[in-house]
């Protein structure tokens, strides 16, 4: 309260705490760049205030949930593929970060089921359809150690292609993605 003369004025004194936040990071299997499952391992770094943090596979969190905070967690992807995960932190005051991301590729591992035909000529330029799952783009196919030619991956369950000259004996087929997992 501040007297001038005959006149009183009254003054509030305020004090104002700002709250910036909390803030941190994510790192996926480590900081890999590339995977084999769709399950990875999220380390989660984060200032000492986080209480809470979301994971989501779009920026938005729609269908998240906030989750007491953790040092390291797991995440299993819709499916393989180019993938981002975001993480979102908050503290005890409800403030929240803006969404952080990671990146990994997820590369299944080829599998191989059935090949058809199953007999072809000693010569090669035999037409074989492989079925399967986890065949990527850019697969190679072998049978035995060579080379099969014309390789089309028609879809991420069928390539077809056409073999390379041969010995008589039955051959094993199979397929190896970029990533060298091989089925």
């Known amino acids: 309260v501040v007297v001038e003369g005959a006149k009183t004025t009254a003054t509030n004194m305020i004090v104002m705490f700002t709250d910036t936040g909390v803030s941190g990071t994510l790192f996926i299997n480590n900081g890999a760049t590339t995977g084999i499952s769709r399950t990875v ?4 770094q984060y200032t000492p ?3 809470a943090y979301q994971l989501s596979e779009t920026s938005d969190f729609v269908g998240s949930s906030w989750i007491p905070i953790v040092a390291s967690t797991t995440y299993t992807f819709s499916d393989f593929g180019t993938k981002r995960l975001y993480v979102k932190y908050a503290n005890s005051n409800g403030l929240a970060t803006s969404p952080m991301y990671a990146d990994i590729v997820l590369y299944p591992t080829p ?3 059935s090949v058809t035909p199953d007999t072809g000529a000693l010569a090669g330029n035999t037409a074989i359809t492989i079925a399967g799952t986890g065949f990527s783009a850019g697969a190679k196919v ?3 150690s060579t080379d099969c030619n014309s390789i089309s991956i028609v879809s991420s369950t069928q390539i077809t292609c056409t073999t390379a000259t041969h010995a008589a004996a039955s051959s094993t087929v ?3 993605n970029i990533d060298v997992l091989t089925g």
Not at 41 to 44: I, M, N, P, S
């Open 41 to 44: 391992d999220v380390q989660l």
């Open 49 to 51: 205030d986080a209480t």
């Open 111 to 113: 599998v191989v089921t």
């Open 142 to 144: 072998k049978l035995d």
């Open 174 to 176: 199979s397929v190896t």
